[in-house]
């Protein structure tokens, strides 16, 4: 994927515009490459440097008003795009002296119904994250309240509304984007008026609550939110979105057509509307997507090989077959131009994916590696398999895994976190009671064990739904995930005593959400590769959401490298990264470097590998590839990848795994 190198600024906000004051719907684009754009957007390397940015243009605004003798009307956001907006104002606060004496804020939901104490409520999210370390007035702060009764909701909806208005409005609102496309809580079918009120969450946001609750049937149905009518009001909008999972709803909402089945896209029409976006959250928009079909871009090779495999794929037709006149007529004539005839690209790029497919991952012994994608030396390699949780190994790679066991290698696998967090409680008390009936069969002599059993029973029976789990039950739930998580990558031929489970402490919060990283993540991770020197190191990908588990391994991975690299270890100079696909997003062809075909037979045993995973029901929303168990999505998803190779003309095979090679030290 083609990621932007600098920020870039789609009609940059200066300090004049945050004066509250109207604009006119984006009707000038700044540039030629945002055409396709209705809303403008902000797009900065990471979430970090987007969420200071942000920060600071509330702080000005903040500043500005309060100079002038005038209260400043805040719109809140909850969920995890603003913790990092939020974590810098209180450090603006701390260190800078900004004041939110004269700030009143209007919080855009909460869940229904929820106590203000609970752990998943919005009002505890907001004094843990922003009220509780800055000095606003308690009486500023408007929260919808969840413990109405179901009676009084309607009324206090409307009073909120009044209250809003009374503030004299709100002046700058922040927004988060759901994947079904919501602001606030404003689910597919709200409406453009739509004002505060109760509403069903949709099936996909309860499932992306899930593991805050501990579990999807912890989710409440209902919420209390502001309308998308409501929100419009707002002088000026910043809507936040981080991470791959959010970059397809994002192009819809910018560039596709306004829908209440995307309320996000009601907001083409608001005059001052900017989306604040990491470089994974725009990447599907047309600009860094398909730019040659909206301006000049830089015929790089990948850049080619993606215009090329779109063409191949929206024209139905293999790569050799396309013609000159196939890429003047669909807005790729200019890479003709500079590089064809149109036969001369097709083969090139052709040859290139060729290269890309190897069923040899750790690299083919006694044979010309110059157009392969691993070396053959050295042979045998030792390969190290990094995993945030359990699962994520077999899914991205069960077939390779076995392919390098069998052909040879000695293969690792380390498990970063338990992944203990999405078990449910049923399930562990399952195994509760197992422990406890071969406490029974051992007699007396197991007293300590049928001791803690019987504990952890009585915290799962005594456990309301949605709270933190206790420390024995913690442990269970661990200690399940690790037992399937040996069953299953012991059917991919890897042997017990190359399995390792990390544990690192930045997940075992016993909160859903995880701990800053930290030294004691780093170092088990330095001393497992130092132990190993490994010559193949398989990465799980960097663009998930901040402060998700597998962006945190990520992270954590990264830190361990350069730490290596500062300490120059010299078998990193023969060491080569892979990284695997850990969501469900399938890869683009031009983003493989290493495409590992996986045979019928192959598949089936993947399937049974991930199939051990059996505390990990995947419901899928439908429509999405694979709906399913994880092993029928996986499998989807293996099967989708050798379809677009077989499209582009290519080899048919039944399923291909896939790597994009990573160099961390470049
Ligand atoms: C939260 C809210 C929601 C979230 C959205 C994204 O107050 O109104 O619309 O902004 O669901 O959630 P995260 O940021 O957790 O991805």
Not at 118 to 142: A, C, G, K, T, W
Not at 394 to 419: D, K, P
Not at 523 to 539: G, K, N, R
Request: contains cysteine; aromatic residues 8%.
């Amino acid at each position: 994927m083609k990621q932007p190198d600098r920020p870039q600024k789609g009609g940059a906000v200066n300090d004049s515009e945050l004066q509250a004051k109207p604009r006119t719907p984006r009707a000038v684009v700044s540039s030629e490459s945002e055409q396709l754009e209705r809303i403008r957007t902000c797009v900065f390397p990471d979430a970090g440097s987007g969420s200071v940015d942000v920060a600071h243009q509330m702080a000005r605004l903040i500043r500005e008003r309060g100079d002038a003798g005038r209260t400043t009307v805040l719109g809140l956001a909850t969920g995890s795009s603003p913790i990092r907006v939020y974590e810098e104002l209180c450090r603006l606060h701390r260190e800078e002296g900004l004041s939110f004496a004269r700030v009143v804020t209007f919080n855009l939901d909460e869940y229904y119904p929820m106590d203000p104490d609970e752990l998943q409520s919005y009002v505890r999210f907001m004094h843990e994250h922003l009220f509780d370390h800055i000095d606003i007035r308690p009486e500023n702060i408007h929260i919808p309240d969840g413990r109405l009764d179901r009676a009084d909701v309607y009324d206090y909806c409307q009073d909120y509304e009044r209250l809003i208005a009374e503030a004299g409005g709100i002046d700058l609102q922040l927004l988060g984007i759901g994947r079904t496309g919501h602001i606030g809580f404003n689910e597919p079918g709200s409406t453009r008026e739509s004002r505060t009120r109760m509403v069903t969450l949709d099936r996909l946001t309860r499932m992306d609550a899930a593991a805050d609750f501990f579990g999807e049937s912890n989710v409440p149905r209902r919420a209390i939110t502001m309308g998308v009518g409501t929100i419009m009001e707002a002088r000026e909008l910043i809507l936040l979105a981080w991470g791959e999972a959010k970059a397809a709803v994002v192009q819809k909402a910018v560039e596709g057509p306004v829908t209440e089945s995307i309320t996000a896209s009601f907001l083409q029409s608001h005059p001052d509307v900017s989306f604040v976006l990491d470089s994974a959250a725009a990447s599907e928009l047309t600009r860094f997507r398909r730019p040659w079909l909206v301006t000049q871009c830089e015929w790089s090779n990948r850049m080619t090989r993606r215009a090329v495999v779109w063409l191949s794929h929206s024209l139905g037709k293999p790569i050799l077959k396309l013609t000159d006149a196939d890429y003047s007529e669909h807005g790729a004539g200019d890479l003709v131009t500079e590089q064809g005839p149109a036969y001369t690209i097709n083969i090139r790029v052709f040859n290139e994916l060729q290269h890309t497919i190897s069923g040899w991952p750790g690299g083919k012994p006694h044979a010309d590696d110059s157009n392969r994608p691993e070396r053959a030396l050295p042979f045998p390699k030792k390969a190290l398999v990094l995993v945030p949780e359990p699962a994520g190994d077999v899914i991205g790679m069960g077939g390779t895994i076995r392919r390098l066991v069998e052909q040879g290698h000695e293969v690792h696998v380390a498990y970063l976190t338990s992944g203990g967090k999405l078990v449910s409680d049923p399930e562990a008390r399952r195994f509760v009671d197992f422990i406890l009936g071969i406490g029974g069969l051992m007699g007396d002599a197991n007293e300590a064990l049928r001791g803690f059993a019987s504990q952890a029973r009585r915290d799962l029976d005594g456990k309301r739904p949605g709270v933190v789990d206790s420390t024995a039950v913690r442990r269970i739930k661990g200690l399940i995930r690790q037992g399937e998580a040996r069953a299953a990558i012991r059917l991919c031929g890897v042997d017990d005593a190359n399995i390792d489970f990390l544990e690192l402490p930045f997940y075992d919060t016993g909160r859903s959400r995880n701990n800053p990283l930290s030294a004691e993540d780093i170092d088990p991770l330095i001393a497992l590769l130092e132990t190993i020197q490994p010559q193949q190191v398989f990465v799980p990908g960097d663009l998930q959401n901040p402060g998700s588990t597998r962006r945190m391994s990520f992270e954590a991975i990264e830190n361990a490298m350069k730490s290596l690299a500062c300490r120059k270890a010299s078998w990193l100079n023969d060491c080569w990264f892979w990284v695997y696909p850990e969501g469900w997003r399938e890869w683009d062809l031009d983003e493989i470097d290493m495409a590992v075909p996986v045979s019928p037979d192959e598949l089936d045993r993947k399937s049974e590998a991930i199939y051990q995973h059996q505390s990990q029901k995947s419901p899928t929303p439908s429509g999405a590839r694979g709906s399913g168990e994880f092993w029928q999505r996986a499998e989807a998803v293996n099967r989708a990848l050798a379809e677009r190779y077989d499209r582009c003309g290519l080899a048919e095979y039944e399923g291909i795994e896939v790597f994009r090679r990573w160099k961390p030290f470049e």
